[in-house]
């Protein structure tokens, strides 16, 4: 069982739509990661929230924590074929615990 | 590139072998953290290290161990492998001791047993 649960698992959609995934739990974190990988890679930082309702942009990725700081939402605006990946959510506290991920797919 | 090096890149061997997994974290990072990622579990935490102690346990097997050198590299010891150890285990760094510091990967080892 995941602490943390993500949604949708897969995702495939075509450029230029937009799509929210969410990363859910029923423990508090005193942050929250987002991480993106790609086949082969290691995951790579995107963002870290850490206040409750924080909402950080960057560039067509905008990121939000809930305000009970148990579940994080990350929305993408105009997808491009380069944001395809994995998107991993990732909780902390005295450690950290990721969820399984959603496969985003952008297709041409 | 994150600055993390993991060797070696792949590895194959047969079920009740031992291996040793190594990484070097980045420049001035005094954490280090194993995670074993398979397709059924996701990214799973191991074990983390910072300047040479233990700080904190996840799923790690007792097949398994770790430690960290005075180098600050890490090595992940696997023994008495099975089927279902194959899998990419990652190594990231972090500047300090907190799990909530940002942490960066290394290009991981693929681990198959035969």
């Known amino acids: 069982t995941q602490l943390l649960e993500q949604s949708p698992q897969f995702l495939s959609i075509q450029e230029g739509e937009n ?3 969410y990363c859910n739990s029923s423990s508090v974190f005193s942050s929250l990661q ?6 082969g890679e290691g995951p790579v930082l995107l963002v870290t929230v850490v206040t409750g309702g924080e909402v950080k942009k960057l560039k067509r990725l905008t990121f939000q924590f809930g305000d009970a700081r148990k579940d994080s939402s990350l929305h993408i605006t ?15 506290n005295n450690d950290m615990r990721f969820g399984a991920g959603t496969r985003l797919t952008v297709k041409p | 590139d994150s600055g993390v090096t993991q060797t070696p890149k792949h590895l194959i061997t047969a079920t009740g072998q031992r291996v040793t997994l ?12 194993w995670y074993q990622q398979s397709l059924d579990q996701g990214l799973q935490f191991l074990i983390q290290y ?7 346990k996840g799923n790690i097997l007792e097949r398994f161990s770790a430690q960290q050198f005075p180098d600050l590299h890490s090595e992940l010891n696997l023994s008495s492998l099975e089927l279902g150890d194959s899998a990419l ?4 760094s972090s500047l300090s001791e907190g799990g909530y510091n ?6 991981g080892t693929r681990l198959t047993v035969l």
Request: hydrophobic share 30%; glycine share 12%.
């Open chain 1, 19 to 21: 799509l929210t995934v």
């Open chain 2, 50 to 56: 910072y300047n040479g102690e233990e700080r904190a």
């Open chain 1, 78 to 92: 105009a997808a491009q074929p380069g944001d395809t990946g994995l998107y991993l959510c990732a909780g902390a």
């Open chain 2, 102 to 107: 940002e942490q960066f990967f290394g290009p």
């Open chain 2, 89 to 92: 285990y990652f190594c990231a």
């Open chain 1, 34 to 39: 987002w991480y993106r990988q790609e086949p």
């Open chain 2, 22 to 33: 190594r990484c070097s974290p980045r420049s001035g990072d005094l954490s280090v953290y």
